[in-house]
């Protein structure tokens, strides 16, 4: 019986494989050429566009961190950038894969500006939770009033430190007291790293995360060259900016070096008067004797 199974079974898989080979194909009919697209290059501001590029080298940024250590901000190319119309000069780095910036803040003594422009934004803050006292923001407004309180003592400080700098410079010391602003400067002030020359550290007020952040920054280089170069070009930098804002002894230098110049040219001018006068007198002593002689020989024609 199984083999009559068998053989009853095996002419109706044929037929079936038969009619499944024998199955006409699908075609699918339709036009499948991508049409052309125009790709319009599109312009990206970086917000440099109005700036000039003082000094830039590529370089690795670090951060103190808050567990005491060191830890890597970024690496990239450092650009101090120049403003076309307000000259002021600013230290700007970006990661140079994903372009976020990770240091942005001006390269001079103004941090007690940026200080007073956080307190007035904190202020304004505080005002806008006074108006809408309700119970679940009575723990964000103790967190603000901390942050302000923390803000007032940064400001007092600087504050502190500006006007003892103002009082150094002010009054006459003896020599041996060797003080001056940029020793009492706490802001924006190289430091060189103990462990390596190609390193240099500042502590800053920076905006590079959309809030005004004190942060003790040590940038890297690979050469020593390099951060010998950039040493000068920072200070330079914070010598403009003071200048520009009236801030430190760069600006009193400034209008010192000023002061010269015009005497200089005012000396200039006198001597140049004092030559023109001189010329136009021996002129005028050689058309006299021309005329005396011309007389004494008429005198002795006669």
Not at 163 to 168: E, M, N, T
Request: proline letters at 1%; charged letters at 30%; aromatic letters at 8%.
């Amino acid at each position: 019986m199984a083999d009559k199974e068998t053989e009853t079974q095996a002419p109706a898989q044929t037929a079936e494989d038969d009619e499944v080979a024998n199955l006409e194909q699908e075609v699918t009919e339709g036009n499948w050429t991508r049409p052309e697209v125009e790709v319009h290059e599109v312009k990206v501001e970086t917000g440099e566009e109005s700036e000039d590029t003082f000094w830039k080298c590529r370089s690795k940024l670090y951060r103190w961190a808050a567990g005491g250590e060191w830890k890597e901000r970024g690496l990239g190319e450092a650009k101090l950038l120049q403003h076309k119309e307000t000259k002021k000069i600013r230290f700007l780095l970006r990661q140079e894969k994903t372009l976020k910036i990770v240091a942005n803040h001006y390269g001079e003594k103004l941090q007690l500006l940026l200080l007073l422009l956080q307190l007035l934004l904190q202020l304004q803050l505080l005002s806008q939770l006074l108006l809408l006292l309700q119970l679940q923001l009575l723990l964000q407004l103790l967190l603000h009033l901390l942050l302000l309180l923390l803000l007032l003592l940064q400001l007092l400080a600087a504050f502190a430190a500006a006007l003892f700098a103002f009082f150094l410079s002010t009054f006459a010391f003896p020599a041996s007291v060797e003080l001056s602003m940029v020793a009492t400067d706490v802001y924006c002030k190289l430091t060189p790293n103990v462990s390596s020359e190609k390193i240099w550290v500042w502590t800053v007020m920076d905006f590079a995360e959309g809030e005004l952040k004190n942060e003790q920054f040590a940038l890297k280089f690979g050469q020593v060259e390099q951060a010998k170069e950039f040493k000068e070009k920072f200070e330079e930098a914070a010598a403009i900016n003071s200048k520009l804002f009236g801030i430190g002894d760069s600006a009193k230098e400034g209008e010192k070096t000023e002061e010269k110049e015009a005497e200089k040219s005012s000396e200039s001018k006198d001597e140049e008067t004092k030559k023109e006068t001189e010329a136009a007198a021996a002129k005028t002593e050689a058309a006299a004797e021309v005329a005396k002689d011309k007389a004494e020989s008429k005198t002795e024609n006669a």
